[in-house]
């Protein structure tokens, strides 16, 4: 027979059980609605071809998926979508690394450097890419208005396939610039000031005391910037439809942009649900390698 206490213990941790799946309800059904049931009705989608209601016409397993692996519209999209990330994770870490260096002095009127080189995370992705769209205006464009002062030919942003990309990247940074100098220079406030201090008696110069002390303890920050600016990348898709919608000549179709178009524009939900897939697990693949190669070199105090 079971002791009185031991009774007692075991509704005690029931209760407890009961109260901690409580709270944890509300989050669970969220998650449940919008995240797990959505990502097995694509599971199920990937697998059929659907007509323009969305109702499933025929199931038709994985030749989707053999489909898109067998065309080269897709190898082109996600070439496209890697270019996307080369030119906008890397520069923007490094941008955002160097305003967050420069503003971390003490200096007199810091503060609004930093307040004005935040702003862009209060932008939404909509307000930035029409103040972009207006900038890289081929005529009235203040881009091309500054080139002319200097007298360079005037350059068709967003219409020329050598220039659109590069473009779209352009704004990408400028609007993931507010977030990481916000984040690398809370990390940068994470260092004690008497590394500084030692390294200014030991006769070390600002950028030495930079590039070998300062920025091997910014690595945790560093990976996380990483990690995130190369997810949100994969992801980018309100400025790529609203400057150029995919064009010219496919030159910024980004994957996310083809499953838009192909489930919303061409009612293929079959088509557009295996190759989100595909960007699913292509961003866990190399999220986990990220994991696996680069946190060996990130240093936790």
């Given at each position: 027979?079971?002791s009185?206490?031991?009774?007692l213990?075991?509704?005690?941790?029931?209760?407890?059980?009961?109260?901690?799946?409580?709270?944890?309800?509300?989050?669970?059904?969220?998650?449940?609605?919008?995240?797990?049931?959505?990502?097995?009705?694509?599971?199920?989608?990937?697998?059929?071809?659907?007509?323009?209601?969305?109702?499933?016409?025929?199931?038709?397993?994985?030749?989707?998926?053999?489909?898109?692996?067998?065309?080269?519209?897709?190898?082109?999209?996600?070439?496209?979508?890697?270019?996307?990330?080369?030119?906008?994770?890397p520069?923007?870490?490094?941008?955002?690394?160097?305003?967050?260096?420069?503003?971390?002095?003490?200096?007199?009127?810091?503060?609004?450097?930093?307040?004005?080189?935040?702003?862009?995370?209060?932008?939404?992705v909509?307000?930035?890419?029409?103040?972009?769209?207006?900038?890289?205006?081929?005529?009235?464009?203040?881009?091309?208005?500054?080139?002319?002062?200097?007298?360079?030919?005037?350059?068709?942003?967003l219409?020329?396939?050598?220039w659109?990309?590069?473009?779209?990247?352009?704004?990408?940074?400028?609007?993931?610039?507010?977030?990481l100098?916000?984040?690398?220079?809370?990390?940068?406030q994470?260092?004690?000031?008497e590394?500084?201090?030692?390294?200014?008696?030991?006769?070390?110069?600002?950028v030495?005391?930079?590039?070998?002390?300062?920025?091997?303890l910014?690595?945790?920050?560093?990976?996380?910037?990483?990690?995130?600016?190369?997810?949100g990348?994969?992801?980018?898709?309100?400025?790529?439809?609203?400057?150029?919608?995919?064009g010219?000549?496919?030159?910024?179709?980004?994957?996310?942009?083809?499953?838009?178009?192909?489930?919303?524009?061409n009612?293929?939900?079959?088509?557009?649900?295996?190759?989100?897939l595909?960007?699913?697990?292509?961003?866990?693949?190399?999220?986990?390698?990220?994991?696996?190669?680069?946190?060996?070199?990130?240093?936790?105090?």
């Amino acid at each position: 027979m079971p002791s009185h206490e031991s009774v007692l213990s075991k509704k005690k941790r029931w209760r407890e059980n009961a109260l901690a799946y409580f709270f944890l309800a509300p989050s669970l059904i969220i998650f449940a609605t919008f995240l797990f049931y959505p990502m097995l009705r694509s599971v199920y989608l990937s697998m059929t071809l659907t007509d323009p209601r969305g109702r499933v016409a025929e199931f038709v397993w994985f030749d989707n998926f053999v489909d898109l692996f067998q065309s080269g519209q897709f190898y082109s999209d996600l070439k496209v979508t890697l270019l996307f990330i080369l030119y906008t994770v890397p520069t923007s870490i490094i941008w955002a690394l160097l305003l967050a260096a420069i503003t971390h002095n003490k200096l007199k009127g810091m503060k609004i450097f930093q307040f004005v080189f935040s702003l862009p995370l209060v932008i939404s992705v909509g307000t930035g890419s029409i103040i972009w769209l207006l900038l890289f205006h081929p005529t009235a464009g203040m881009l091309n208005y500054f080139l002319s002062l200097v007298h360079i030919q005037a350059i068709p942003w967003l219409t020329d396939p050598a220039w659109a990309l590069i473009s779209v990247s352009l704004m990408t940074i400028w609007m993931n610039m507010g977030f990481l100098f916000i984040v690398l220079s809370s990390g940068m406030q994470g260092v004690p000031e008497e590394i500084y201090e030692s390294a200014k008696i030991d006769g070390s110069g600002p950028v030495r005391t930079f590039l070998q002390i300062v920025l091997p303890l910014l690595s945790p920050t560093l990976f996380f910037a990483l990690i995130v600016s190369v997810i949100g990348a994969f992801q980018a898709f309100g400025q790529i439809n609203i400057l150029t919608k995919g064009g010219p000549m496919d030159s910024t179709n980004v994957v996310v942009y083809s499953i838009y178009q192909e489930a919303f524009v061409n009612f293929r939900f079959g088509t557009g649900s295996a190759e989100a897939l595909i960007l699913f697990f292509i961003i866990l693949i190399l999220t986990v390698l990220q994991f696996t190669v680069l946190e060996k070199k990130v240093h936790y105090q």
